[in-house]
């Protein structure tokens, strides 16, 4: 690994000097990050340690292009703060019955698993919205949104909460949330590769290359009310996998201030 401080330039000149390598064998066979960790590799860096002088500013992200897997920014439990809301209200008011209930989990496992976003409802009613007046991003429920199919399931949250609004309604504040973000993607290397298997080998081609400067609070905002941000709960009634607040791939740029191609 480098032991010294590249400038800037050089780590451009050495990103150009990659892409034109064509395709390249994945270094780190069988893990999924394949992508990231083979471009580390070829620039001489530890995981995600961009060896610049200010290399804390700095978030190396890559890629691929093969994909429609959502991207996780962060990790981040909705408020109230404290409350457990997902295990404590979701999970036991909204859940169903875990598809390995029975067998792997014990008979009464439930599971609350939903992929949110603003823009269109789950079959299972749920989405969220941005109430700008008070800075928030809310989780909402809609009982005419359901899908028949899950009408029996919705017989039991009818019997369980009501078939209203959440109450109470789970929520980030927006600011919270983008300075979680902030710490991690204030400025980005970002790298997209075209993805193709020689034989038994996945083999890369880095061909997508921007500098991300400037994360933006309104460009965050829109991102989540344009459904390019996404809330992913997964939880079932013995385990919280955590809840992620996710990005739809390639959609990383729209978040800065200033994109600059290389």
């Given at each position: 690994?480098?032991?010294?401080?590249?400038?800037?330039?050089?780590?451009?000149?050495?990103?150009?000097?990659?892409?034109?390598?064509?395709?390249?064998?994945?270094?780190?066979?069988?893990?999924?990050?394949?992508?990231?960790?083979?471009?580390?590799?070829?620039?001489?860096?530890?995981?995600?340690?961009?060896?610049?002088?200010?290399?804390?500013?700095?978030?190396?992200?890559?890629?691929?292009?093969?994909?429609?897997?959502?991207?996780?920014?962060?990790?981040?439990?909705?408020?109230?703060?404290?409350?457990?809301?997902?295990?404590?209200?979701?999970?036991?008011?909204?859940?169903?019955?875990?598809?390995?209930?029975?067998?792997?989990?014990?008979?009464?496992?439930?599971?609350?698993?939903?992929?949110?976003?603003?823009?269109?409802?789950?079959?299972?009613?749920?989405?969220?919205?941005?109430?700008?007046?008070?800075?928030?991003?809310?989780?909402?429920?809609?009982?005419?949104?359901?899908?028949?199919?899950?009408?029996?399931?919705?017989?039991?949250?009818?019997?369980?909460?009501?078939?209203?609004?959440?109450?109470?309604?789970?929520?980030?504040?927006?600011?919270?949330?983008?300075?979680?973000?902030?710490?991690?993607?204030?400025?980005?290397?970002?790298?997209?590769?075209?993805?193709?298997?020689?034989?038994?080998?996945?083999?890369?081609?880095?061909?997508?290359?921007?500098?991300?400067?400037?994360?933006?609070?309104?460009?965050?905002?829109?991102?989540?009310?344009r459904g390019g941000i996404l809330i992913d709960?997964?939880?079932?009634?013995?385990?919280?996998?955590?809840?992620?607040?996710?990005?739809?791939?390639?959609?990383?740029?729209?978040?800065?201030?200033?994109?600059?191609?290389?």
């Open positions: 690994m480098a032991e010294r401080f590249m400038t800037r330039e050089e780590l451009i000149r050495r990103l150009r000097e990659i892409r034109e390598m064509g395709f390249v064998p994945n270094t780190r066979p069988g893990n999924d990050g394949g992508v990231g960790n083979t471009l580390e590799d070829l620039l001489g860096i530890q995981e995600n340690n961009l060896p610049l002088p200010n290399g804390g500013e700095w978030e190396l992200k890559a890629q691929r292009d093969d994909t429609d897997s959502l991207t996780t920014l962060l990790h981040k439990e909705p408020g109230p703060r404290g409350s457990r809301i997902v295990s404590r209200v979701l999970l036991p008011r909204y859940g169903w019955p875990h598809h390995r209930a029975g067998s792997v989990h014990p008979s009464d496992e439930m599971s609350f698993r939903q992929t949110i976003n603003a823009m269109e409802r789950t079959d299972r009613g749920f989405g969220i919205y941005v109430d700008r007046s008070s800075g928030r991003l809310l989780v909402s429920f809609c009982a005419v949104a359901v899908d028949p199919r899950h009408g029996e399931w919705l017989a039991t949250v009818q019997q369980r909460a009501g078939l209203g609004e959440l109450n109470p309604q789970p929520y980030w504040d927006l600011e919270d949330l983008f300075c979680a973000a902030s710490r991690k993607l204030h400025n980005c290397f970002y790298v997209r590769a075209a993805v193709r298997r020689e034989g038994r080998q996945e083999c890369y081609h880095y061909r997508e290359m921007m500098i991300l400067e400037g994360l933006s609070f309104e460009r965050f905002v829109e991102a989540i009310e709960f997964d939880a079932r009634t013995r385990h919280n996998h955590g809840t992620k607040v996710r990005m739809r791939q390639g959609r990383l740029p729209d978040l800065y201030a200033r994109v600059t191609r290389i």
